[in-house]
């Protein structure tokens, strides 16, 4: 049955590359996490479907993510660099 419905999914091409791409956003954010030289410092940004969002790991290991969705890249590049501890616009976890 499982089988049946992953088989039925990969057909729809969009699906199965948004499926991968998902992976694979995942599998780089385990990378880093599990590399002690990595995790130092680390950032990562992607566009949704409703704006720009990213996380960011400072050198004292803090982790933060940015759930608010914004217009530009520069926007929350911006604030994942730089500007999460001034305004407090990011999750930390």
């Given at each position: 049955?499982?089988?049946?419905l992953i088989r039925q999914m990969f057909k729809i091409p969009a699906l199965r590359i948004n499926i991968f791409q998902e992976v ?70």
């Amino acid at each position: 049955m499982i089988d049946w419905l992953i088989r039925q999914m990969f057909k729809i091409p969009a699906l199965r590359i948004n499926i991968f791409q998902e992976v694979d956003l995942y599998n780089s954010i385990t990378r880093i996490m599990a590399d002690d030289e990595s995790s130092k410092i680390a950032c990562a940004v992607w566009c949704d479907e409703d704006g720009w969002r990213g996380w960011n790991i400072k050198e004292d290991g803090t982790y933060y993510f940015h759930d608010v969705a914004e217009h530009s890249l520069g926007d929350i590049m911006r604030l994942v660099t730089s500007e999460e501890d001034k305004y407090g616009m990011l999750t930390e976890l």
